[in-house]
């Protein structure tokens, strides 16, 4: 750096204070400091970076310049979900997320950080309810990493290595807990039936060397497993753990997967008060009952209440501290590590928020939005549903029998200021609906579908986008 | 007493917020509301009828969740005293937290994020709807190639050890793609590089090899060369270790290696004081990954989400996560960026989408503000910090920086307060302990112990000296008390939200309680249940609130 140089963030590049605490170490230069990095593995050059934006108000300018080439789902009409989802977030999660003494904070004892215990220990006992399990862990990464943890316990705890997948699951997550299991477990896929678990399928491939039955639900086309008892029932014959992946958003009125057999319950809680910032916004959470021999596999910190010195005191600490890789480097189970906390604070706000009466009535709109949006879109002259199945939020159409493609209805209705969903394969289109998407809103896709369609099989000859 | 006043005294006279907050549920009445939700619209109604009383019996919640029933302003009010009792970076001296790089994160990057042209996009828009934010992706992985000196970046993870994973994740795929993956079972790392080095190569199916440093706290070329064999998948090192001592060979380090056939990979998470200076491709690594939070300045927001960006040599490229964000040049010279799909040879997605974007946006500006020369000037004034703090500590009488006697450090150091633990009996997580009375943050280090009683400091660029005076102000003052009043450190904390808590609470499954759910079972108010703490007063009045 030039002596020149001083920049705000950088206190002590005001050149007398540097010069001071050069002389104060005994150093010519700073130069001298870096005597152990090699001649040959010195840059000897600045770096190539493009020139910095060094006032407020440029830098300020820039950047609110190149994020105004984006149009968000404000702007357009969005019926897309496939992971992230478009839910209201209440002005007081983000006021409380924002706050400065949450933002900027990161590792303090349970003294001087006792906020931090507490808001995480309120998420997990929130979560608990709404899930109604005992143990919830302080949030891992997102809901992959939080399902591949979770087959990944139920490998550890069984010893054994077969996994049966009997839902349909999003791509990407199928793909990323593979990668993270695999050298562990071997996941077998039992193909669905009319969009939900194929349970004589499973019974036919269940055996003493499955770890886990993994279901989703709602699976990656929205649709809800009505047979968990079932699969609970026939993976707990054979010792295996029955782990669901799920979103906690319809938990106000749908039993929760716990209350039917779940063992290890998982998921993503992106739905619970976090904006969707282009996918950038997840956090994992794993629930299970408090039992050690589960409790002991997980590789969270996990937050419990404590008793202070002084009587009446509600203190906060590490649950069983010793699992974890901070104690016990590779020894430890899988890792631990900066991941989601901030979002757990943020979904423990929102379901204080909600309370039982929201979180109910949120969980019959969507469920009566999604039931509403399903019939008008089949009765369009051939678009039909993609399963009988009950749907929560998203749930697929074919749109084939009126001569249109997926990827064709998105390019069209892109053109309207529409994102209709998410093309699932030629003719498969996964459609989302939440709170955000009204009546008004549903009926607009609807026409507009069917106006393509109409369009469609009107000329014969219109040419079908691949 | 009258005007001038007095002076300030020299270490701040401090004392956390203590509201007696209680736990949620206990704040809850019945019937009140916190938020409402959009009514079902008539329409939609007559169209579906009772979707609820529709579904099957078994899908059906019996009971409503045992969630609090709280009025709007009575749920904020709970949250912000509980952010009054934290102690964030941006209100003390935020250097006890060695290795973790606690430096400033700038206020205009949290309100630049704050807007619906990024809080409300969705990840699988339309890419010429996204057309901002896949450029800010797009050029801090190209800005981030130049720092490292790689190839090709990618930001997906959400974190330093979710990056770590990336890391062997790929290495994995590359032994695996060139027929060597059943043979190569072996990673090597340092005892003095972070400890998820070890422990997600564990969780990949890897054998660990943990290499001591030498006498002078070099990391041990010898012992490395006895250790790699056609076994080694991957050294995976950081540098300069949380020692802060630069390992001079690690050249030497990377070429052998490489000799044996395997990777050679950098946890960067120690990058804040050779930014500009040196980068990890120079050095030989195939792959490395840096800690957006940490030397790019996004918040730790109390533990994440933070970011992870993994940056590969051009060999290992194929295998980088998908899917990614590309630049297009039209034949007219417009520029475009997309979305692509992984290759055959990825290792897949690590996570949702493109990583956490909001802090991309957040380095980003970070990087923006400061260019070459400002990153340049941050390294260096980290290093100046560090080595100034090292001066001011030593002066301290029983405190020590094990290793490399007389050696100048990069960015940290690891202490030890083994002679005054000799002298007093108080340890380090005492020390640290007692210091939060001054309004200051302190760590001992990652376990396990091979510094006796030891402390990690990193001043970062962020601090003044004056502020680095201060802390060391506090500690010396720990120190002096440690020794003439040593029941005072003991008995910590005192000026904090609540004092010293009971770990065996803690670590017994039949006394545990980690939700309030659990605690309400375990701890019923009446009948013969046990109580919390077994009897101690404490337990009676949080029993008796839960009635």
Known sequence: MTDSFVHPYIPNTAPATKQAMLDAVGAASIEEFYADVPAELRLGRALELP??????????????????????????????GHGTYHHYVP??????????????????????????????????SLMAELLAMDVVNVPTYDGYQATATGLAMAGRITGRRRVLVVSDVLPAKHSKVLDFVRVHLDLEIVPTVNGTADVAGLAS??????????????????????????????????????????DPIGYGVLTPPAEQGADIVCGDIQSLGLHQWYGGAHGGFIAVADDPTFIMEMPSRLFGLATTDVPGEVGFGDVAYERTS???????????????????????????????????????LLLARTRYAQQRLAAIPGVVLGDDALHLREFTIDVSGAGLTAAGVVEALRRDGIEPGVPLDAHTLAVCVTELTSQADIDRLAAAIGALAEASTATTTQETRA | MSLPLAPKPAVRRFHQASWDEPVIFELSTPGERGVLVTPIEPGVRDAVGDVVAQLPAGLRRAAPPALPEMGQQRVLKHYLRLSQENLGADFNVDIGQGTCTMKYSPKINDQLIGVPQLTAMHPLQDPADAQGVLEITWNLERMLAEISGMAEVSLHTQGGSAAIWANIAMIRAYHEANGEGAERREVITTIFSHPSNAAAAKAAGY??????????????????????????????????????????????????????????????????????????????????????????????????????????????????PGPRVVRDVAADGSVCFDVQEAGPLSIGAVAPFHGVVPNIVRAYSWIMALGAEGLLAAAEIAVLNNNYLLKRVLEIPGASAPYAEGRRRIEQVRYSWQELFEDTGISSEE???????????????????????????????????????????????????????????????????????????????????????????????????????????AAVGLAESAA
């Open chain 1, 51 to 80: 020139a910095p934006l060094v006032a407020e108000q440029d830098l300020a300018r820039h950047v609110r310049g190149l994020l105004a080439k984006n149009r968000s789902t404000d702007e357009r009409l969005s019926f897309l």
């Open chain 1, 91 to 124: 002005a007081v999660v983000d006021e409380v997320i924002n706050r400065s003494e949450f933002l900027t904070a990161y590792a303090g004892e349970p003294y001087e950080d006792h906020g931090r215990f507490q808001a995480l220990f309120q998420y997990q």
């Open chain 1, 205 to 246: 491939r269940l055996g003493d060397d499955v770890a886990a039955v993994w279901v989703e639900t709602p699976s990656v086309t929205g649709a809800v497993e009505a047979s968990l008892a079932a699969i609970a029932d026939a993976a707990h014959a054979v010792g295996a753990i029955l782990v669901v992946g799920t």
């Open chain 1, 326 to 364: 901070f104690a016990l480097r590779e020894e430890g189970k899988e890792w631990v590590g900066t991941a989601a906390a901030l979002w757990g604070i943020a979904a423990g706000v929102y379901l204080a928020l909600m309370g039982p009466q929201g979180m109910r009535e949120l969980g019959e």
């Open chain 2, 207 to 320: 054998e660990i090899i943990t290499i001591h440093p030498d006498a002078e706290g070099y990391p041990d070329l010898a012992a490395l060369k006895a250790a790699l064999s056609p076994r080694t998948a991957a050294i995976m090192v950081t540098n300069p270790e949380d020692t802060g001592i630069y390992n001079p060979a690690i050249k030497q380090w990377v070429d052998a290696a490489h000799e044996v056939g395997a990777l050679a990979s950098y946890d960067q998470a120690n990058a804040n004081g050779i930014l500009g200076i040196t980068r990890a491709r120079d050095a030989g690594f195939d792959v490395c990954h840096f800690n957006l939070h940490k030397t790019f300045s996004t918040p730790h927001a109390c533990g994440g989400p933070g970011a992870g960006a993994n940056a590969v040599s051009e060999a290992l490229a194929p295998f980088l």
């Open chain 2, 431 to 537: 020390i640290g302990i007692r210091l939060s009375d001054f309004g200051m943050h302190y760590w001992t280090s990652h376990h396990p112990y091979v510094v006796p009683q030891p402390f990690t400091l990193e001043p970062t660029e962020s601090y003044s000296m004056a502020e680095i005076d201060e802390y060391v102000g506090a500690l010396a003052e720990v120190a002096r008390e440690a020794r003439e009043t040593p029941e005072v450190v003991r008995t910590a904390p005192h000026n904090q939200t609540v004092h010293h808590t009971h770990h065996d609470d803690l670590d017994d499954p039949e006394r545990w309680a980690i939700t309030w759910r659990a605690y309400r079972r375990k701890y019923p108010s009446t009948g013969s249940g046990r109580r919390f703490g077994e009897g101690a007063s």
